[in-house]
């Protein structure tokens, strides 16, 4: 059975730090298109991040550009994101999900595979 397991969301500080991971079960992560996406209370799902297989060519929200590093760990086939300089509007819960390309536009729907979800909390 595939499965995506995220990790590492918590309780910080505006201004401080994260790194979200989200480990593959059942697949190679490196074969996929990883995406981190994030959902605040209230709001629609929307795309934070995207990391190609392969290469490796990344893609980003603008409101994360600059701040957010997508990645992978390919011996420990996980992927993923280091956030700095967090600020409230960053609360959500943080997905990753898989597909065979990341989408256009970090359009969620076009996601295949989906984890349950890690919580981030960023006070002010």
């Known amino acids: 059975q595939l499965q995506l397991v995220e990790s590492g969301g918590g309780l910080v500080q505006s201004g401080g730090s994260l790194r979200l991971s989200c480990e593959g079960l059942?697949?190679?992560?490196?074969?996929?298109?990883i995406g981190w996406f994030r959902q605040a209370p209230g709001k629609e799902r929307e795309g934070v991040s995207c990391?190609?297989?392969?290469?490796?060519?990344?893609n980003y929200a603008d409101s994360v550009k600059g701040r957010f590093t997508i990645s992978r760990d390919i011996a420990k086939n996980t992927v993923n994101l280091q956030m700095n300089s967090l600020k409230p509007e960053d609360t959500a819960v943080y997905y990753c999900?898989?597909?065979?390309?990341?989408?256009?536009?970090?359009?969620?729907?076009?996601?295949?595979?989906w984890g349950k979800g890690t919580l981030v909390t960023v006070s002010s």
């Open positions: 990391i190609l297989s392969g290469v490796g060519s990344t």
């Open positions: 059942g697949f190679d992560l490196d074969l996929h298109a």
């Open positions: 999900a898989a597909a065979w390309g990341c989408p256009l536009n970090l359009d969620y729907r076009d996601m295949d595979y």
